[in-house]
């Protein structure tokens, strides 16, 4: 039982998660046992039936969630349920026992006293022949008028022996040629003798001279209530020689009341019986169950985060077993735990005493480059360029390490979010004002869309700040001088912002590289901005933290595009995005539009921009030799694997489209490897896995 | 403009380098190395503004900063090292007026020194009440029902910055501009520290302010006078 218990107690516990599950395994058995008998085979053909079952199903749903969440109610019911069984059988052999015995003593005695009744009364008629023997023959009218006497007489003698006892029935016999002669039915006690003889009896005593006998139902002609009886009928020769039927007539009465007092004895019994047995069995589960209650409270207490929480253990049961081997893994976890946290601050600390020891002397050389740096004017050219180099050599070490930095807190799990509402459009503005000097150094035009209303979020200003000034100078600095839009919306729970481009692009698969450390769009390209190609992965970061996403999309030739989406509040998770990924201008989207085609792909995504991420992946309609292959995984789109990574989300595409001739495997390779290098986490393996796509991507890019 | 700097520092090249710059712009810097020498020093020298590095041997900038403030009301900046919020907010809390994170550039560390310095040049007779608070600008005192309230000057210029216009709900980075002389938004935590130090001095109650009310998703204004 305990491990009946034991077992139940994770599912219990774990019901808000797994619920689901359980409940259609559990769901549909209860189904079919419903359904089972009513209409099997009839289900699929018959909606009618099926809303009715499940009208039928409403109103017990309750009751079988109860029953599915609580083991101590099955234990009881199921034990109230056998044990009333087993109760029945006991009670149905005890009084088939006690009325057999009963009846068979009263059948032995009402033998001797009907074969004795039967005796006299052939002794009596006998000694009626014998007393008018002279005149007994001669006459016809006058023996049926004493006989009749006789009769009379004979039914008054037999029956006064035992009164209230036995009654005296006499009846004439059936056979032909034996009836009138004025022997009408007699008997003693106001007996019905007509109705209270059966049929079948009266044929066998006539049948043969033996005496027979049976059950029956005593009528009383006085309007007293009929009683069971066992009547023994025998044929005898009245004075006469003339046959007729004798019958002794014995009520169960007492029997009955016996019989009736043990079966109320019996019902009591069982009753208490089983009351009891239910009572003992819910005591007995609920000593069971009561720890293992508790060891679910308590694990869902640990798991919340009050690792200090115990079982209390007294004994050394089974029960006792469990919790001090609950208390031990409890121990266990929270020394783990502590271990980690402790490690963890290690970590900080060592990162944060770095970060001070690096820093202080980096202060002292960042001053002098920078008195240096502006007393070149007296130099030499050649040390004076130097100055110029040296300070902004001073300039990129110092963002490096404040990346670096700001990395290792994010993997340390140091980074705190400070969230309070705010509007984003003051974050976006202070943003495009500071990426104006350089917007317009490199001839481009900042545009901010979507800023009508406010778009307010809980969030923390400061890293939005950060994420939105990376995205910002990245549209202008890879956006060849073409125009940038910041577009803002909000809608549903999810407030997005999105950062357009219209200069080089990605190319396929990169959109989700960008995110990667120490990435570089092109390494052959001479680096003219001094990024540290830690940008996106701390802004990735930040995004994460919000519980956000950051996710990127690019055509080669056609710009990009940045989506930052976070939620309203904290700690709600994202559906979707109030943006689609892929912007409405992008090449595929025109090309959809100018071709006129049905564009199924695009709807889905205005609608459903979460799916959009995967609906948007759908290849290209002109590329029509890819359609239909990819039609197959595209509405596919599993929302659960939309992370809150960089990656854009695509169905994963059938094998063949993933592993294009072109692809060298050596992208694969070094996607796995990426992968490992990533380490594990939920999020990660998300991220690796749009990766892959990402190359499927390019496949139907090229 | 008089500038006598107090740098608070035990590593002696960047104290070194630090007095350059500070001779440089016209400041008259002076040192100490010690966080036990720190107050004497102090004492002494009457700068006009501390340069504290949080991190020292012997006392910490933190306590170094708390027993400064504890008798006096001169500009307090903070060099640090970590620019994590925890670092940041209990170098503020102990009484820091600005901080500033290490490496920074000399032009910078003067910005704000000189943002620091110069509220002390502008004094215009002025009344002004929030609450049932009386201000007098000029005289750079608060007094409740007579009784005078001991602010910072910082504490007294973002006191002001609310009062002189109670209808307005002030962003975080407006009293940044406003109060410490910031063009370019810094840290919006300065302002949040610094309006809770506020707040437990001038509020009689301060959970629940009624002379600084925050505007939730906005900023802050001064209450109903």
């Known amino acids: 039982m305990s491990r009946d218990s034991a077992a139940s107690a994770p599912g219990e516990s774990g019901v808000r998660s797994g619920r689901p599950v359980g409940r259609k395994v559990t769901g549909s058995r209860w189904g079919r046992v419903l359904e089972g008998g009513l209409l099997q085979g009839g289900v699929q053909g018959s909606p009618v039936l099926r809303l009715f079952m499940r009208w039928v199903r409403r109103p017990l749903l309750p009751v079988m969630r109860l029953w599915r969440r609580n083991i101590q109610l099955k234990i009881v019911v199921t034990t109230l349920l056998m044990s009333l069984g087993v109760v029945l059988l006991l009670g149905f052999v005890v009084i088939g026992q006690v009325r057999n015995g009963l009846l068979d003593a009263k059948v032995k005695a009402s033998q001797s006293q009907a074969t004795g009744g039967f005796s006299v009364a052939k002794q009596k008629a006998d000694a009626a022949v014998t007393a008018n023997g002279d005149d007994g023959s001669s006459a016809d009218g006058r023996p049926s008028k004493n006989v009749s006497q006789w009769m009379n007489d004979l039914v008054v003698s037999l029956s006064s022996g035992g009164q209230g006892a036995f009654d005296v029935v006499t009846l004439s016999s059936t056979v032909a040629g034996n009836g009138g002669a004025g022997r009408g039915p007699r008997s003693s006690g106001d007996v019905d003798p007509t109705v209270s003889i059966p049929e079948d009896l009266r044929a066998r005593v006539d049948s043969n001279t033996m005496a027979a006998q049976s059950y029956t139902r005593v009528v009383y002609k006085d309007g007293k209530e009929s009683q069971a009886a066992l009547v023994i009928g025998k044929q005898v020769l009245d004075p006469n020689g003339d046959a007729y039927q004798l019958y002794y007539l014995f009520p169960l009465t007492q029997e009955e009341k016996s019989l009736s007092l043990v079966k109320g004895t019996l019902a009591t019994a069982g009753l208490f019986v089983v009351v009891l047995l239910g009572a003992i069995a819910w005591l007995v589960v609920r000593q069971v169950v009561t720890p293992v209650r508790m060891a679910a409270g308590i694990a869902e207490r640990l798991s919340a985060g009050r690792l200090q929480e115990r079982m209390k253990v007294t004994g050394e049961d089974d029960i006792a077993r469990l919790g001090e081997a609950f208390n031990k893994m409890a121990q266990n976890l929270q020394l783990k735990i502590q271990q980690l946290e402790d490690l963890s601050r290690m970590q900080r600390r060592f990162v944060s005493d770095v970060s001070h020891e690096l820093r202080t002397p980096l202060t002292t050389v960042r001053m002098a480059a920078d008195v240096i740096h502006d007393a070149r004017v007296d130099f030499d050219p050649v040390t004076a360029r130097s100055a110029e180099l040296l300070a902004d050599q001073l300039d990129r070490f110092e963002t490096l390490l404040a990346d670096l930095l700001e990395i290792s807190r994010f993997d340390a799990g140091a980074a705190a979010l400070e969230a309070e509402a705010i509007d984003l459009r003051e974050v976006v503005r202070r943003v495009v004002s500071g990426a104006e000097p350089l917007a317009e150094r490199k001839g481009s035009q900042i545009r901010v869309v979507g800023d009508q209303q406010p778009v307010v979020a809980e969030a923390d200003a400061r890293r939005v700040e950060r994420v939105l000034r990376n995205l910002v100078v990245n549209a202008v600095e890879h956006g060849d001088g073409k125009e940038v839009v910041v577009k803002l919306a909000t809608a549903g729970g999810a407030v997005a912002i999105a950062v357009r481009d219209y200069g080089v692009g990605l190319k396929p698969g990169e959109a989700t590289r960008v995110f990667s450390r120490f990435w570089r769009a092109d390494p052959a390209r001479a680096r003219t901005t001094g990024g540290t190609g830690l940008g996106l992965s701390i802004a990735l970061e930040d995004a994460r933290l919000h519980g956000g996403w950051l996710q990127a999309w690019g055509e080669p030739g056609g710009g990009s595009q940045f989506r930052l989406t976070l939620p309203r509040t904290a700690d709600e998770p994202l559906r979707g995005s109030p943006i689609p990924l892929e912007p409405m201008d992008s090449r595929r989207n025109r090309g959809l539009n100018d071709a006129g085609l049905p564009s199924g792909g695009g709807d889905k995504l205005a609608t459903v921009p979460m799916q959009g991420a995967g609906g948007k992946a759908a290849p290209p309609m002109q590329r029509t030799s890819v359609v239909p292959r990819m039609a197959g995984a595209s509405p596919t789109a599993d929302p659960t694997a939309l992370p809150g990574n960089g990656a854009r989300v695509v169905p994963r595409p059938s094998g063949p489209v993933r592993r294009p001739d072109d692809m060298p495997a050596a992208g694969a390779e070094r996607s796995m490897q990426e992968r490992g290098r990533d380490g594990g986490g939920p999020e990660e393996l998300g991220q690796a896995e749009p990766e892959e796509l990402g190359q499927g991507e390019a496949f139907r890019g090229r | ?225």
Not at chain 2, 148 to 177: C, G, H, M, N, Y
Not at chain 2, 195 to 204: C, D, G
Not at chain 2, 206 to 221: L, Q, S
């Open chain 2, 1 to 225: 403009m008089k500038g006598r700097v107090l740098v608070v520092d035990d590593d002696t090249a960047l104290a070194e380098m630090l007095g350059i710059v500070l001779r440089g712009e016209g400041f008259e810097p002076s040192f100490v190395a010690d966080g036990d020498k720190a107050l004497a020093a102090f004492r002494e020298t009457k700068p006009d503004l501390v340069l504290l590095d949080l991190m020292l041997p012997g006392r910490d900038g933190i306590e170094v900063c708390r027993l400064i403030r504890a008798e006096s009301g001169v500009p307090i900046v903070m060099l640090t090292a970590k620019s994590d919020t925890v670092d940041v907010v209990v170098g503020l809390e102990s009484g820091a007026d600005d901080y500033i994170v290490k490496p920074f550039k000399p032009k910078e560390l003067v910005a704000r020194i000189r943002a620091r310095l110069r509220r002390s040049e502008e004094p215009a007779p002025e009344q002004l009440a929030i609450g049932d608070l009386v201000i007098d600008v000029a005289g750079h005192s608060v007094k409740r029902e007579g009784q005078s309230i001991a602010l910072t000057p910082l504490e007294f210029d973002l006191l002001v910055a609310l009062a002189r216009k109670p209808w307005q709900v002030f962003t975080r980075e407006v009293l940044l501009e406003q109060v410490w002389g910031y063009r370019h938004a810094a840290d919006t935590r300065l302002v949040n520290v610094h309006v809770q130090r506020l707040r437990s001095k001038v509020e009689k109650d301060p959970e629940r302010p009624e002379i600084v009310v925050t505007v939730r998703g906005v900023g802050y204004k001064a209450g109903p006078s």
